[in-house]
């Protein structure tokens, strides 16, 4: 029996990659340090980045890419990072370093997403999050937000919505919600989803203690291909998917299911989807210098330019 300094723990998310600890007086730890980077002007690139708040529970950081023409307007990328909902953030190293390389490779403006997490913060909070967010960057239209780059710099006309793993299903479940919202005035060229996370027909162990209120499997934020085809062709209000999966990923057969299921559903849009061999999940993130991670980059910058 634990005695009260030492108490007893109940559960781990997840033994193999450790996120947090339950305890079985309910109190929960984080089993991974949170590290951040501040905003910086890379030297390398040229890209500068800011952090910005986004009412009333968020923030976000900006990249700018280098450019001659200081009243350019790039194509805007709203990007939602992974991390199973519960770790990693924009102000990390990783995904610092990424959006920098994206945002220099493809010239584009970018807005990285932050959202509250669990277990602290059970979903849907992570969506109500982005969804804010999406509305914050959608006040700029007019160009009289509160961001001066995004007044000055983003093309309202060429908007994407990307993420990986866990945000690749916030970021469709975004495009999602803008289709039943008459006063969202983004409108999206495209939908990239990197390595997605999507619950198939059985239970998840972590979605089952971190979204209670959710219906699992037949929940359509999580499982997209339980909705009505014709209510996820309405959805899908953007013009382009590219899906992307590698072929070690655990989640590799949810990526291509999406696909699939897009693609057969009628929706009037055109998707893709490309498969990276012999990678595991957002391998690009872990070893961005690999020869398979330029080509990725390759695409994905074509991608937000097609």
Not at 45 to 68: E, H, N, Q, W, Y
Not at 195 to 217: A, H, Q, R, T
Not at 233 to 240: E, F, H, I
Request: proline share 8%; charged share 25%.
């Amino acid at each position: 029996m634990a005695s009260s300094g030492n108490p007893e723990i109940a559960r781990v998310f997840f033994p193999a990659y450790p996120m947090f600890q339950l305890y079985k007086d309910g109190r929960a730890e984080r089993l991974r340090q949170i590290v951040t980077v501040p905003p910086s002007d890379d030297p390398k690139t040229g890209v500068r980045s800011k952090d910005a708040p986004v009412p009333p529970l968020s923030s976000a950081r900006i990249f700018l890419p280098k450019t001659s023409d200081p009243t350019a307007k790039l194509p805007l990328l709203i990007y939602i990072h992974g991390g199973a909902f519960c770790i990693e953030s924009p102000f990390s190293p990783t995904y610092h370093n990424y959006l920098t390389s994206l945002v220099a490779k493809a010239n584009v403006i970018a807005v990285s997403v932050q959202y509250r997490k669990a277990p602290e913060h059970n979903l849907p909070a992570a969506y109500d999050d982005a969804w804010d967010a999406i509305n914050w960057i959608a006040s700029h239209i007019e160009r009289n937000g509160p961001e001066p780059w995004l007044n000055e710099n983003a093309d309202f006309d060429k908007v994407f919505l990307a993420g990986d793993s866990a945000g690749a299903n916030i970021a469709h479940n975004m495009i999602m919600k803008s289709a039943g919202d008459d006063q969202i005035r983004l409108k999206f060229s495209g939908l990239l989803l990197m390595n997605p996370f999507f619950m198939n027909d059985e239970p998840d162990e972590l979605i089952s203690f971190i979204f209670p209120s959710s219906k699992g499997p037949n929940d359509p934020r999580l499982n997209p291909a339980c909705i009505a085809i014709k209510e996820l062709a309405a959805g899908l209000v953007c013009k382009r998917i590219l899906v992307c999966v590698a072929e070690k990923d655990f989640l590799r057969e949810r990526g291509v299911s999406y696909y699939e299921t897009v693609k057969n559903c009628g929706w009037n849009g055109v998707i893709e989807m490309v498969e990276i061999e012999g990678e595991e999940h957002v391998f690009y993130l872990f070893k961005p210098d690999c020869e398979k991670a330029g080509e990725l980059m390759d695409r994905v910058s074509s991608f937000l330019h097609l």
